[in-house]
């Protein structure tokens, strides 16, 4: 079983609508980290959270430490949002990954 | 700053080649790692490293090497390509802590 488990693995959305992904993680960690990846490979830091909740522009993370779960919601959803979006959870000096939510916004 | 900078950003090898797949970061980050990511697959740590001087095995080390003999430079070896090596590379780096993690834009290589 992986330490990180996100889902769901794919997700189609029309523009505007409300979408959320999932992690779950089965290690204790100091710190939870959501990333994006666009098509062309670059990835970047969205949101780094060790408790409750972090909100910018439409995105939102939330984390609940005690049920290891955490959930990256994007509000009115834009063609723009169409990426891969990691979940990663700091332990110790490491990071470990989960195998990424494949999200594509339709027009 | 230029943040992480990794080269080359495509290669392909022949088997049984060597290269290396450079990495340097000018935020003076303590941590820097190499992970390589297959299709569909989520990142797996190849080796990383806490400071100059000091690296360490991570999940997938079979085939690679490293170094840092600096703050700044993690360069990442294949001594005997492998089609097994197939992948695009990632390096990241990020300042001890709970912190952000800054991310190369990869190396796709292509071994034949």
């Known amino acids: 079983k992986n330490e990180v488990e996100q889902s769901p693995q794919n997700l189609t959305a029309q523009e505007g609508e409300f979408i959320t992904i999932n992690c779950s993680y089965s290690?204790?960690?100091?710190?939870l980290h959501w990333l994006q990846q666009h098509p062309g490979g670059g990835i970047v830091s969205l949101f780094m959270l060790s408790s409750g909740k972090k909100k910018h522009g439409r995105l939102i993370a939330t984390i609940n430490i005690q049920e290891k779960h955490s959930s990256l919601h994007i509000t009115a959803s834009h063609p723009r949002d169409s990426a891969v979006y990691i979940c990663a959870v700091g332990a110790g000096n490491k990071l470990t990954f989960g195998g990424g939510t494949r999200v594509l916004v339709k027009p | 700053n230029a943040g992480v900078t990794q080269t080359p950003k495509f290669r392909i090898l022949k088997i049984g080649q060597s290269m290396t797949l450079q990495c340097a970061q000018d935020?003076?980050?303590?941590?820097m790692y190499w992970y390589r990511q297959d299709p569909g697959m989520g990142l797996k740590l190849i080796y990383y490293?806490?400071?100059?001087?000091?690296?360490d095995k991570g999940e997938v080390p079979n085939g690679y090497n490293v170094s840092r003999s600096t703050t700044e430079d993690f360069p990442l070896r294949l001594e005997l390509a492998a089609p097994s090596q197939t992948s695009v590379y990632f390096c990241?780096?990020?300042?001890?802590?709970?912190?952000?993690?800054?991310f190369g834009q990869g190396t796709r290589l292509t071994v034949v």
């Open positions: 490293s806490v400071g100059a001087g000091i690296t």
């Open positions: 290690v204790g960690i100091s710190a």
């Open positions: 990241a780096s990020r300042q001890q802590g709970n912190t952000e993690a800054f």
């Open positions: 935020m003076n980050h303590n941590y």
